[in-house]
């Protein structure tokens, strides 16, 4: 984890006055839709509006993600063909396998190559939406060191999957968890589905802190005003940060000591929290409440 991915916004690739205000609206990464955004007329058009607006707007340091078409469809490979070319931070391949991960690592390598690129520059955000997906996501990770992190899709899970859909999100209680392990063993980031029903602010809310008690790492918005709601949940909180830091400064005073083994307010201090109190330090830190 290099920078914050708290939330990771989606802007339709094909509308003009959301790309321009994109860099404004808070979010830690952008994720520019050419894919369910954008209907098969206007995929061409899009992709012109997309390269454009990387290369011409200041999105103020917020990640750039564009979200291609699947590479099974008529339009992922021309897709990774015109965007890499303008280096968005990443990109995010829909209905993502092994495979796929593999074929678009391959053109991402001969395009940077022919452009004087850096070499792996360009990131990748498989989208985990089929069963296959789910089933497979710690092998299509490890397919490339370009992946940074992993994107849950649930509307498109919960049809390959042949369920309903719920505001309380049971049905997708164990692809949250497959991700959020699948993500922690390779140290990337685990990004939970977007709450679509922007009036239910009570499950919007839960369905947070339920994806944060799970391992998930981010979450994705769809709307400018879900931002901040998600970034206060998987902030650390205030209480957190200090605890942290106690655990850390007596690490150090009992480092300075000779000492393996340390307490702190009567409780023995051992390897795993301390790991957490780096982990929520660093957090924090690139949060910037630190």
Known sequence: MDRPRRTMLFIPGNNPNMLQNAGILGADSIILDIEDAVSITEKDAARILV???????????????????????AFGVKDIEEIATVQPAALMIAK??????????????KIEDEKGFELGRIKLFPLIETAYGLENVYSIIKSSDRVVGVLLGAEDLTADLEVKRTAEGKEIFYARCKIAAACKACRVDAIDTPFADMNNCEGFIKDIQTAKSLGMTGKAAINPRQIDTIHDIFAPSEEEIKYAQSVIKAMEEAKEQGKGVFSLNGKMVDAPIIARAQNVVKKAKLAGLL
Not at 52 to 73: H, K, M, W
Not at 96 to 108: G, Q, S, Y
Request: hydrophobic residues 40%; charged residues 25%.
């Open 96 to 109: 993502a396998t092994e495979e796929d991960v593999r074929t678009a690592c391959e053109m991402l390598a």
């Open 51 to 73: 390269k454009s607006a990387i290369n011409n707007l200041d999105f103020y340091g917020t990640e750039i993600v564009v979200r291609i078409n699947p590479l099974s469809s």
